[in-house]
């Protein structure tokens, strides 16, 4: 079945780190892929919705400049979290569907983001 | 705007016993409706989805769904949980109409006791 790969899994940083986030489609191509932030014990919250060759269109209240998504080709898209501070500290989730339309979105394993 | 309500925060069953998920949502065209399942630091794995057809829906690891358009539910049942099954569960709601978005509920936790 489709895969997703994010990476790396776990992160531990310096306040003022900026990191990237992969995530790759393996054996599909995906126009679209969603970048989604969960808080401990907390539902998914949508980000921003990263399109392959364009920019990303982000949700209310997510600050582009902090959260830069870049879709270069049809299997990656990278979440990078500029100059991290404490409040950044969350799981990060990827999704892509395997065609276009609605279809069934297969997420990463996450990424455990903590800005010391 | 689409939204899911899961009512239910945590549920704890015995094993063996049945368990039913309530999900309920609101959205302004038609629906697509999936189930998600996940363990602890993990990502999430499609349980089911319902996109038209038969209102029951089969899935994974003897999960279905019924789809109930005058409810606007979709509730998740199975007949018989193993401690395997002991997870945070998420209804989502999605369509063309919101651009390919998911829009989650809150989740659910599934305790099972031996």
């Known amino acids: 079945g489709a895969v997703v790969s994010q990476h790396p899994s776990r992160v531990i940083c310096k306040s003022g780190t900026s990191v990237k986030i992969e995530c790759r489609s393996l054996?599909?191509?995906?126009?679209?892929m969603f970048w989604y932030r969960q808080f401990p014990k907390q539902s998914l919250m949508l980000m921003a919705t990263?399109?392959?060759?364009?920019?990303?269109?982000?949700e209310q209240g997510v600050e582009k400049d902090k959260f830069l998504i870049n879709h270069a080709s049809l299997t990656l898209s990278t979440l990078t979290v500029t100059s991290a501070h404490p409040e950044d500290s969350s799981f990060y989730i990827c999704?892509?569907?395997?065609?276009?339309?609605?279809?069934?979105?297969?997420f990463g394993d996450g990424t455990r983001l903590s800005i010391l | 705007a689409q939204s899911v309500t899961q009512p239910d925060i945590h549920i704890t069953v015995s094993e063996g016993a049945s368990l039913e998920l309530r999900c309920n949502y609101s959205?302004?065209?038609?629906?697509?409706l999936f189930w998600y399942v996940q363990s602890p630091g993990q990502g999430l794995q499609l349980l089911l989805k319902?996109?038209?057809?038969?209102?029951l829906v089969q899935g994974i690891k003897g999960f279905e769904a019924e789809f109930k358009r005058s409810q606007s539910s979709f509730n998740l049942r199975k007949p018989s949980v193993h401690w395997s099954d002991a997870a945070e569960y998420f209804c989502?709601?999605?369509?063309?109409?919101?651009?390919?978005?998911?829009?989650f509920g809150g989740g659910t936790r599934v305790l099972v006791k031996p």
């Open positions: 959205y302004g065209a038609t629906p697509y």
């Open positions: 990263s399109n392959e060759g364009s920019k990303a269109t982000y």
């Open positions: 989502a709601v999605g369509g063309r109409a919101a651009g390919n978005k998911l829009t």
């Open positions: 319902y996109f038209s057809g038969d209102t």
């Open positions: 054996d599909f191509q995906a126009t679209t």
């Open positions: 999704s892509a569907g395997d065609s276009g339309g609605v279809q069934p979105q297969h």
